[in-house]
């Protein structure tokens, strides 16, 4: 684990999956969702529109971090 921490590789993918989210941001905006079926159909939409491809690591990322 804490090879994983000092790994360059690690903060680059973490630093695609943020320009990701700031790009669904766009789409999005800042307002608060309270239901997380519907925040899941709003990322699914702003990837479309946005042309964003997450993968279910990423995707998990995102909602955690907004949850």
């Known amino acids: ?20 989210a700031r790009q669904l941001q766009q789409a999005i905006g800042t307002e608060q969702h309270d239901n997380m079926n519907d925040f899941e159909a709003t990322i ?10 997450l993968d279910a690591k990423e995707k998990k990322q995102i909602a955690d971090a907004v949850s």
């Open 1 to 20: 684990m804490f090879k994983d921490l000092l790994d360059s590789k690690t903060w680059a993918n973490q630093k695609q999956i943020l320009l990701k």
């Open 44 to 53: 699914k939409a702003a990837c479309k529109t946005q042309a964003v491809t």
